[in-house]
């Protein structure tokens, strides 16, 4: 069996039989909803490629969903069942990417998401930040999700009805995170421009729009060590408390 991870003896078997044990708990966060996948046949070290649209043949148990966009349509795969979460990383797929929108309400996300991205700075720092976006939140009686992304930072989830447009769902996330990088100038910032960041932790709003997506929970990253993008629970500074069952 192929090795996936160089240097490991993680094989590409190791990685189906993961998605297989925690299959019961990723498939709600993908149900209903459009999903990229992260193709990566050789390994992580290989040639990789994302791919959006549902590949040209697919066994027709796997349900797909055209989504109208502009005047083009689009063919979405779906991961709605174990049988096609594990036909799809059977496909070489490491990690999956739901869209934010069920394809019931394609224009209206049930997901607000503020990347906590601290690729120049730490995670320590990153969690300090992820603390503040809480403490915000939490002041304003709104009920969030958090989990580490599997890479260097953390993704906050606040759940919305689907009554409300992407721009809506941005306005939301960036009106937070400007409040925190008020707040926090010194360790946070809403800079876009990298060199200009220095070592402060980038709060990212900017994904809250129709067409991108956010890593799903429980799934495996494709970087050395094999991390994996967990659920984990606010601590007792944020006075919020968001039991698993909440992320669905």
């Not at 027709?60 to 990383?89: A, K, P, Q």
């Not at 008020?182 to 729009?209: F, I």
């Amino acid at each position: 069996m192929k090795i996936y991870w160089p240097g490991t003896d993680i094989t590409k078997g190791d990685l189906v039989a993961h998605y297989e044990a925690i299959a019961g708990y990723l498939i709600p966060h993908l149900e209903g909803r459009p999903v990229h996948m992260h193709r990566f046949p050789g390994g992580i070290d290989g040639k990789h490629f994302y791919q959006r649209h549902a590949p040209a043949h697919l066994p027709d148990w796997i349900d797909t969903v055209v989504i109208e966009s502009g005047d083009d349509s689009e063919h979405f795969v779906m991961c709605n069942n174990r049988e096609s979460l594990l036909y799809l990383i059977n496909l070489g797929s490491i990690d999956l990417h739901p869209s934010m929108a069920r394809a019931d309400s394609p224009d209206a996300p049930n997901w607000s998401i503020i990347d906590i991205d601290a690729k120049q700075s730490d995670f320590k720092t990153a969690v300090k930040a992820a603390r503040e976006v809480g403490k915000v939140l939490s002041g304003i009686s709104m009920v969030s999700c958090v989990k580490t992304s599997g890479g260097d930072g953390i993704h906050i989830g606040i759940p919305l009805e689907p009554d409300y447009s992407f721009a809506q769902s941005r306005m939301l996330a960036e009106t937070i995170c400007r409040v925190v990088a008020m707040q926090n100038s010194k360790s946070t910032t809403v800079e876009r421009n990298p060199s200009k960041r220095g070592r402060r932790v980038y709060l990212d709003y900017l994904q809250n729009a129709k067409g991108q997506t956010v890593v799903a929970p429980f799934v495996v990253r494709p970087r050395p060590g094999a991390p994996v993008s967990m659920p984990i629970l606010w601590d007792v500074k944020t006075r919020l408390k968001c039991p698993l069952s909440e992320l669905v």
